[in-house]
């Protein structure tokens, strides 16, 4: 089976871990929790590679990773906890926007070509940075407009889809930065065809509580 055919199919089972997941808090709060030990265990091996024999170096990275993962899917619960029906697709909207932000950027970046971005990653290119924003506001837009009953909350769409495109790419430079010290190419192999979860979390992890936080900010 090819490389491409492996990412469709584990993309739909993604999808549906993603739809059962959201049924309830308890089903979502026990995905949360694999998800976490599944990041932890590929930061882990990722940072073992980087510090090596600093062992000081190595339990901080550790410490902090379990505290930042911890953040993570404490303020989804905390916060789906309050209204769970209308929340979750608030959550979900979010969540949409970073994968139409890694979307945008893959094709654009594939398409137009251009100046590299950084050195961190050489396929970033600034088309593809472009294109991420470009294709999470547009199509960001017309979710909001479809379910504006959802967005009760005085916010400007347009700031909460930007800051959360922007904050999923500095995501997904950051887990490309620790890659490249650690001189692998995915940060596992548990999802045929696409890598490690970090590999298709990275901006995520980041993302949401931010994006959270914008909109608590407006409520």
């Known amino acids: 089976m090819s490389e491409f055919n ?4 584990t993309s739909f089972f993604l999808i549906l871990v993603i ?12 995905f949360l929790l694999i998800l976490t030990f599944l990041s932890l265990d590929e930061l882990h091996n990722m940072f073992k590679k980087i510090y090596k024999k600093k062992k ?10 379990v505290l930042y993962l911890s953040y993570f ?4 619960i905390i916060f789906l906890s309050e209204e769970f029906v209308i929340h979750k697709y608030l959550v979900l909207y979010l969540l949409i926007i970073c994968i139409l932000t890694d979307i945008g950027g893959y094709l654009f970046g594939k398409i137009i070509g251009g100046k590299k971005l950084t050195k961190i990653s050489p396929n970033k290119t600034f088309s593809g940075s472009v294109g991420s924003f470009l294709s999470s506001i547009f199509i960001g837009y017309l979710c909001y407009k479809i379910q ?3 967005f009760l909350i005085n916010i400007n769409i347009f700031i909460l889809i930007i800051i959360t495109s922007l904050i999923s790419q500095v ?16 940060t596992g192999s548990i999802l045929p065809g696409h890598g490690g979860v970090l590999d298709r979390i990275d901006g995520i992890l980041f993302a949401i509580p931010i994006g959270l936080l914008v909109i608590k900010m407006y409520t």
């Open 56 to 65: 000081l170096f190595l339990f901080i990275a550790n410490f902090l990773s």
């Open 73 to 76: 899917s404490l303020t989804i």
């Open 171 to 186: 995501g997904d430079l950051f887990i490309s930065l620790l890659k490249r010290k650690a001189k692998i190419k995915d």
């Open 19 to 30: 739809f059962i997941s959201f049924q309830n808090l308890k089903i979502l709060g026990f």
């Open 6 to 9: 492996k990412r469709i199919i």
């Open 148 to 150: 504006t009953d959802l």
